[in-house]
């Protein structure tokens, strides 16, 4: 059987595909792609070769950037992005953790310098131990993990 993509093709865009099942919806909404007038795939809990459920994010005509990409290792490390041209894939590469967050999120500590002052939001990407991702702010210096920005994003 020819390996294929699990949902509609499409002519240019990008594909992010491996993102761990439940993970989908807040990538979508980091990356802010619901809004605009893009259209939108949205796999949820696709089955994959080794049982694992996956979510799979396609987007036409919007290529996303490799800082973009790397910001979606922190919600999803195994993703892989494919970029679309003509129907057919012509580039893939796996995300990579960056080791700074600059500008996007908001700091969770509200006493930290970073809501009073106009400073963009600056955070060190550390692993822990156990491989959980946790993000450091630069300014008050504590340290977060990342399910606590689901709803911080930096406008
Ligand atoms: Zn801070």
Redesign the pocket.
Known sequence: MEKKLQVEAIEQGTVIDHIPAGQGIKILRFLQLADANRRLTIGLNLPTHNDQAKDLIKVADTILTEEQANQLALFAPTATVNVIENYTVVRKFQVTQPQAVQGVFK???SN???HTEKVP?NFHVQTSKTGQIKLK??????SFATSLFDELKDA
Not at 137 to 142: A, G, N, R
Request: with cysteine; aromatic share 8%.
């Open positions: 700091c969770p500590n930290c310098i970073t939001s702010c630069h300014y008050c210096e504590k």
